[in-house]
C-alpha cells in the first residue's frame, strides 16, 4: 500500500472555508477510487465524499450532510486528493480522513477502502 497523508486541517470559524488535501505517493490517483471520510467525538467514523476510479466514471458521491458545500477532487499530476470545505459548521469538526482503493465505483462506505491516511483534525467553531 502507498502511503497517505492529511494535511490542511486546521480551526476555522464557521461559515468559513478550508481545503484539505490528501498527498497520495506512488498513486496514479487516477486508478484509485478515492474519498474522504471524517469521525468526531463518541461517533463512529462515516464518509464524507468520494470520487471513483477514472474508468469507473470517476463519478462524485457526498454525504447528504455535505452535499452542496464540500467538493472532492483530484489532481494526477500532483498525486494530490483535495476535499473543498465551504459553508463549515461546528457539527463538521472531525478527524478527516483519505481513503483509497484500486479502481471501484464511488462509496461511502469505509468497508470498501483499503488504505487509510493518518488523518488531520478540523475544528470548527461558532
Known amino acids: 500500500q502507498a502511503p497517505l497523508v492529511e494535511s490542511g486541517g486546521g480551526s476555522v470559524q464557521a461559515g468559513g472555508s478550508l481545503t484539505l488535501s490528501c498527498a497520495a505517493s506512488?498513486?496514479?490517483?487516477?486508478?484509485?477510487?478515492m474519498g474522504w471520510f471524517r469521525q468526531a467525538p463518541g461517533k463512529e467514523r462515516e464518509g464524507v465524499a468520494s470520487?471513483?476510479?477514472?474508468?469507473?466514471?470517476?463519478?462524485?458521491i457526498y454525504a447528504d450532510s455535505v452535499k452542496g458545500r464540500f467538493t472532492i477532487s483530484r489532481d494526477g499530476a500532483k498525486r494530490m486528493l483535495y476535499l473543498q470545505m465551504d459553508s463549515v459548521k461546528p457539527e463538521d469538526t472531525a478527524m478527516y480522513y483519505c481513503?483509497?482503493?484500486?479502481?471501484?465505483?464511488?462509496?461511502?462506505?469505509?468497508?470498501?477502502?483499503?488504505?487509510w491516511g493518518q488523518g488531520t483534525q478540523v475544528t470548527v467553531s461558532s
Open positions: 481513503a483509497t482503493k484500486f479502481g471501484g465505483r464511488a462509496t461511502l462506505r469505509e468497508s470498501e477502502y483499503d488504505n
Open positions: 506512488g498513486y496514479t490517483v487516477s486508478w484509485y477510487l
Open positions: 470520487i471513483s476510479a477514472v474508468r469507473e466514471g470517476a463519478n462524485e
